[in-house]
């Protein structure tokens, strides 16, 4: 089969963030807006040199409206990938296959959410009666949230592997120091101690109210062009080196209680794509953005894509080994957990940070830069490099 190489032929150029918070009254349309043009701005391009859009499915506001609203060109390539947390890095890939098979010059992709109402959460609508195949068939009686779901399985993990609610503390303590540098995150001027942590209300038995994503209204978006191109543009390239999709077979979304090893999640095939792709390897990469929605994931993404073995990922967060200046700084923002929660989108913006040298916990010689998207969901992971 006839392959096209995306190594290293596409570069991030341009980021923006609109303000992190809740209740805003923007729309999610206006608040994406904001966001793209703010990119736009960074990257020294024209709003009419865009001709390509990615975003998620769940976003409300629709491609001619985005178009018209902020004057983009014709565009001639769009698209959106699906589920929630898992997205995020698909549409920096679906961007870059974009640009390298010539169906768009300038693409961007964004993210824009309220999340903060909670009426925008999908498990908040549950009916009083069963009515769905999902809720039939694949989700145990009285799982209904995502905590719900995570939790069960990082139960599994604490009776195979030994790992314990301290373990959990070590990534919520990190990723909140991380965001105690970062003006921008909802959890800049909130520290927090591990007996913060320990003593916190159990959200879902083991997981507490530290182990679970921020609500947030945002919006976030990267601007994509060739590697050629990017030379000529105002900020330091951030070149797409490799990047992968996966899904595990037979697995659910959120719901992997149906197949040989409820661990082994749509991570490890991605992983398997990316490596191969890939000539940075695990044992090279200088600092990761993992999804974190909720903090046994960073265990799970650890385990999958090679930073440690099977088992190995509790005893890896100690030692400060995920905080500045450890072995693999990870979510140098804050995260999902102490930033903000736009389903992951700001794990990109600060992977682009990390190698531009800007971020807020800068990590020293940050050549490269790993990114991945949830776990729990067909996912997608890329490998960012100076």
């Not at 890095?89 to 109402?117: E, F, L, N």
């Not at 695990?282 to 073995?309: N, R, T, W």
């Not at 929660?341 to 990109?348: A, D, K, L, R």
Request: hydrophobic letters at 40%; charged letters at 20%.
């Amino acid at each position: 089969m006839d392959t096209i190489s995306l190594k290293d032929r596409t570069a991030i150029v341009g980021i923006g963030q609109t303000k992190f918070g809740k209740g805003f009254t923007q729309s999610e349309e206006a608040l994406g807006c904001e966001a793209i043009k703010m990119a736009l701005d960074d990257a020294g391009l024209k709003a009419s040199e865009v001709n390509g859009l990615v975003s998620y499915m769940m976003q409300t506001a629709e491609e001619d409206e985005i178009t018209g609203a902020l004057g983009l060109g014709d565009l001639t390539y769009f698209t959106r990938t699906p589920s929630g947390g898992g997205g995020a890095a698909a549409t920096v890939g679906q961007a870059a296959m974009a640009i390298a098979t010539g169906q768009a010059d300038v693409v961007v992709a964004w993210r824009s959410r309220k999340r903060s109402a909670a009426a925008s959460r999908v498990w908040m609508q549950t009916q009083p009666r069963v009515v769905h195949l999902r809720e039939m068939w694949t989700t145990p009686w009285g799982v209904l949230r995502p905590a719900d779901h995570v939790a069960m399985l990082f139960r599994r993990y604490m009776h195979l592997y030994d790992a314990t609610r301290e373990h959990l503390a070590n990534i919520a303590t990190a990723f909140r120091a991380h965001a105690n540098r970062n003006p921008a995150a909802l959890m800049y001027d909130k520290p927090m101690t591990r007996d913060d942590y320990m003593n916190a209300r159990l959200i879902s038995d083991p997981l507490c109210l530290f182990d679970c994503c921020l609500e947030t209204d945002a919006a976030l978006a990267v601007v994509l062009v060739s590697a050629e191109r990017a030379k000529d543009l105002k900020q330091k390239p951030a070149y797409i080196h490799a990047i992968a999709q996966g899904v595990t077979s037979g697995s659910t979304m959120m719901a992997n209680f149906f197949v040989d090893d409820p661990l082994h999640s749509q991570a490890n095939p991605c992983a398997e794509s990316l490596w191969r792709q890939s000539d940075i390897k695990a044992k090279d990469i200088k600092v990761a953005q993992m999804y974190d929605a909720f903090s046994p994931e960073i265990l799970m993404c650890l385990e999958a894509y090679g930073f440690c073995g099977k088992g190995e990922a509790a005893a890896f967060t100690e030692n400060g080994n995920i905080q500045l200046g450890g072995k693999l700084p990870i979510n140098t923002g804050g995260g999902g957990l102490s930033e903000c929660y736009i389903h992951g989108f700001n794990m990109i913006n600060e992977g682009v940070k990390q190698i531009r040298g800007t971020s807020t916990s800068q990590v020293d010689d940050a050549d490269n830069c790993f990114v991945c998207a949830s776990d729990l969901n067909p996912t997608g992971a890329f490998i960012l490099r100076r």
